[in-house]
């Protein structure tokens, strides 16, 4: 005579479990997505580490795209958020519009904000509110840019050497 252990002897139960391991982890799958879809941010601008951020002028060094994003579920044009992206940046309905942001361009730093609800990233995820300061186009907006940009393609408007 052969005894099975564990569930396989009662099917039933056995199907009820995966059914619940399987409802769990969509439910924590939802829940993760979410979280990372809509994240909000707390100013950091006195932050020691950052403050240093705050009022510097940066000159883009490569082209870039400005894109106006919409944070609307239904992807109206209202609200929407300003921020300057790398190439080859991204697509979907979401976006709303894309500017061309060419090297040369030039920022002023304004606050610098550390994400709030970023619990998955091993780094804090940071982001500076800029003025446009190559063009009124952006006037009266808020435009966001990863704090990474700023190192990795611009530079401070202080270290550039002089055009003739």
């Known amino acids: 005579m052969t005894y099975v252990t564990g569930a396989t002897h009662r099917p039933e139960l056995y199907d009820y479990r995966v059914s619940m391991r399987n409802r769990f982890i969509a439910l924590l799958a939802t829940c993760l997505l979410a979280g990372c879809y809509m994240v909000s941010y707390e100013d950091a601008s006195n932050d020691p580490k950052y403050s240093m951020y705050v009022g510097t002028e940066y000159r883009t060094t490569s082209d870039m795209t400005v894109y106006r994003v919409s944070m609307d579920r239904n992807y109206g044009p209202s609200p929407s958020i300003y921020t300057i992206v790398q190439p080859p940046g ?47 186009q952006f006037d009266d907006l808020q ?3 990863d704090l990474g940009l700023l190192s990795s393609h611009m530079q401070t408007t202080e270290n550039l050497e002089p055009s003739h």
């Open 90 to 136: 991204f697509d979907g309905p979401e976006v709303i519009s894309r500017t061309r942001f060419p090297a040369g361009s030039t920022l002023k730093i304004l606050t610098i904000q550390r994400c709030k609800d970023c619990y998955l990233d091993t780094e804090p995820r940071m982001r500076a509110t800029v003025r446009v300061t190559s063009t009124t």
């Open 143 to 145: 435009v966001h840019a």
